[in-house]
């Protein structure tokens, strides 16, 4: 299988943050409007981390230093 190069990676990770902010949109809309969401934020977050983790374990090295190194500054 190839591994997931730096063009990639820029994609998928721009698809996880905007998945992860939509999520937590959704549950504070959610909140304020006194409604229970049937998925809980906790469970998401668990979700999208072992998407995260599937990712980085089918990323190159070097596509993985570049995505750590502009992602979370």
Known sequence: MK???IQDRVIL???VDNFTAE???NQDE???MGRRPI???EYWL???EEVQNKIDS??????????NQY???
């Open 3 to 5: 591994k997931f190069d």
């Open 13 to 15: 990770d721009e698809m």
């Open 23 to 25: 999520m937590h949109k």
């Open 30 to 32: 959610a909140k304020l």
């Open 39 to 41: 998925i809980t934020r």
């Open 46 to 48: 668990h979700m999208i």
């Open 58 to 67: 089918l990323t190159t090295k070097k596509a993985l230093s570049n995505s």
């Open 71 to 73: 992602r979370y500054k």
